[in-house]
């Protein structure tokens, strides 16, 4: 299968302005949904991208809540970053999952402002099915268990590979200081 270049293109123009090791780690990111198929990955990639914009000095949030596309609400995690939307695994949700309610493909991610994104997203907004969503299982753990439940440290593999690194002891325990004391949790602003 080859990279889907527009898409690529389309992250690079978005993120333009921020590190371009940064920006890297955000396609390779998309490119591994894409060239893979994966279908619900929205807590790790954005659990991985959050640990590689904190690895390139920035101050990202963990967001999620109940969100809607073309009028269908589901719950949803994404990665904002200096008020933009950082949002790759809504591509993977609506191309590659069977249980997706969408009858259309979407031919990139979203990456911008809440005002121009297509999703609608309800950041910190719940309905009362919250407690059943898969999300909500991981609500209250903080990221250095999550990403330790995960065999084999897959989840600190999946890392490294954004970032382009060797996924050795030393460094694994070098991005542990982005893990130590954060929470999956709601920030109410």
Partial sequence: MSKNYEAIHYI????????????????????MIDQNGEPDGCL??????????????????????????????????????????????IYGNVNFSPLSMWNFRLDKPFIGSYDD????????????????????????????????????????????KFLDVTPSKGYVDHLRQHTAGVMIERHLN
């Avoid at 990665?79 to 695994?89: A, M, P, Q, T, W």
């Avoid at 898969?134 to 999946?158: F, H, Q, T, V």
């Fill in 44 to 89: 790790s990639n954005t659990i991985a991208l959050y640990i590689c914009a904190k690895e390139h000095g920035y101050s990202p949030e963990i967001c999620y809540g109940l969100c809607s596309l073309d009028g269908k609400p589901f719950y949803h995690v994404w990665l904002e970053l200096d008020s933009i939307v950082i949002d790759l695994s």
């Fill in 117 to 160: 994104a297509f999703v609608s997203y309800g950041k910190f907004v719940f309905d009362d099915d919250w407690a059943g969503s898969g999300i909500a299982e991981a609500e209250g753990w903080s990221l250095d268990r999550y990403m330790s439940m995960a065999p084999c440290n897959a989840m600190w593999k999946l890392v490294c």
């Fill in 12 to 31: 690079q123009s978005q993120l333009d302005g921020y590190k371009p090791a940064f920006v890297n780690c955000v396609t390779r990111c998309f490119d």
